[in-house]
């Protein structure tokens, strides 16, 4: 059986459903699933598990802050 232009390697399948899904870039999309012998499922949980990583650290350092200054301001 030859190969066809309709035929689409399983890894390359696999880099483009990612990005797709992810919003990510394909060299992204591909460092994630190398890590993982392309199998797209693992993948994914992996790139989730590390942007909610990501996000609960950057979470910790974004806390709200104001500053008061007790001196009475004079008004003209």
Do not use: W
Not at 19 to 32: K, P
Request: include cysteine.
């Amino acid at each position: 059986m030859s190969s066809t232009a309709a035929e689409i390697d399983p890894a390359e399948k696999a880099i483009q459903d990612f990005a797709r899904i992810t919003g990510v870039n394909e060299g992204l999309a591909h460092f994630f699933l190398q890590d993982y012998d392309f199998e797209l499922e693992k993948a994914l949980n992996a790139y989730y598990r590390q942007m909610e990583k990501e996000g609960d650290s950057t979470d910790e350092n974004d806390s709200d802050c104001m500053i008061m200054d007790d001196e009475k301001m004079e008004v003209d």
